[in-house]
């Protein structure tokens, strides 16, 4: 079955220093995701993208955040300089074309800022 | 946020039992519906999905959606060990992309 796939699994990082996370959605997907989830916290949307463009933000989806589908098959989400409260698992997620398609979830990495 | 509230439990069932894990939410735009099955270090997985008000039935799992007391839950029958995970619930509404999701009920089915 194809999945969500993601890169890497687990990331430490020095506070100020820029992380970029990797996914490779379902091939076929036009609707990518990128989700985090503090421990101990709920899931949390930070942004969608479609047709190469961010189609929706949330909040936290601040300046230091950017995302990017850099070929046909990758989807990026880059932190310029990270702070310790970045520190969370961060989910990507894609859907297919249609109104309510649902998002299939990748494995996730763990983003530790040191 | 509190879009979707989710009793965290844990829970604990002998192999066999029906389980319930329920969830409630607020906003009444809500129109998707999602349970998503999350083992330790891995991704949520999707296990039901609904549209609007009603049953869905897929094996052993019954998820049902009563929006008129914007409720949302999913039954589990015959439970087995391997059905021990973290339970989430999820919604979102037509025309917006993101899923609110619940704090997650952690499952444990004693063999």
């Known amino acids: 079955e194809p999945e969500v796939t993601q890169t890497p699994s687990h990331q430490v990082t020095q506070m100020g220093q820029e992380v970029i996370l990797r996914c490779v959605p379902i091939s076929n997907h036009l609707y990518f995701y990128w989700y985090r989830q503090i421990l101990g916290q709920k899931v949390e949307f930070l942004v969608s993208f479609y047709n190469n463009e961010i189609s929706e933000k949330s909040e936290i989806f601040d300046d230091q955040f950017s995302v990017e589908r850099p070929d046909g098959s990758n989807f990026t989400l880059k932190i310029r300089s990270t702070k310790l409260e970045d520190s969370a698992m961060y989910f990507c997620?894609?859907?297919?074309?249609?109104?309510?398609?649902?998002?299939?979830f990748g494995d996730g990495t763990r983003l530790s800022i040191l | 946020q509190k879009e979707v509230e989710q009793d965290p439990g844990p829970l604990s069932v002998p192999e066999g039992a029906i389980v319930s894990l329920n969830c409630t939410y607020s906003?009444?735009?809500?129109?998707?519906f999602m349970w998503y099955r999350q083992y330790s270090r891995k991704g949520p997985e999707l296990l039901m999905y609904?549209?609007?008000?009603g049953n869905k039935e897929d094996g052993r799992f019954t998820a049902q959606v009563d929006k008129s007391s914007k409720y949302i839950s999913l039954f589990i029958r015959d439970s087995q060990p391997s059905d021990s995970a973290t339970y989430l619930c999820a919604a979102y509404q037509t025309g917006a992309n993101n899923l609110f999701f619940g704090t997650g009920t952690r499952l444990t089915v004693i063999p």
């Open positions: 997620a894609s859907s297919g074309a249609g109104i309510g398609q649902p998002q299939h």
């Open positions: 906003n009444s735009a809500f129109q998707y």
């Open positions: 609904t549209y609007s008000s």
